[in-house]
């Protein structure tokens, strides 16, 4: 089964940067958005930033400013730039795919930890 892999995790401190990458461990079929999503102890899982496939992006609020994603949603690999990290940044991070034939389908990958701490 193919499998979204994130890398790029770490610890860094207030106001530093950090790059996440995710990549499809073979190549998945029929998707037309990939995500990045987080989740904080006791929080739940929120979206962070879409790429779609013709290369549009949307982010959350209070990230729009700070990250950027980026990627090839038809080579199922996209990255994330976190820019003046913030301590409720920290969080696990993860990538998914949307498929086309629905969210039973989807892609998710097993998440990097993103640590903001001084």
């Known amino acids: 089964q193919v499998q979204l892999v994130e890398s790029g995790g770490g610890l860094v401190q207030p106001g530093g940067s950090l790059r996440l990458s995710c990549a499809a461990s073979g190549r998945i079929a029929g998707i037309y958005a990939m995500d990045w999503y987080r989740q904080a102890p006791g929080k739940q899982r929120e979206l962070v930033a879409t790429i779609n496939f013709d290369g549009s992006t949307n982010y959350a609020d209070d990230v729009k400013t700070r990250f950027t994603i980026s990627g090839d949603v038809a080579k199922n690999t996209i990255n994330l730039e976190m820019r003046n990290l913030k301590p409720e940044d920290t969080a696990v991070y993860y990538c998914?795919?949307?498929?086309?034939?629905?969210?039973?389908?989807?892609?998710w990958g097993q998440g990097t930890q993103v640590t903001v701490s001084s």
């Open positions: 998914r795919s949307r498929s086309t034939r629905g969210p039973q389908y989807d892609n």
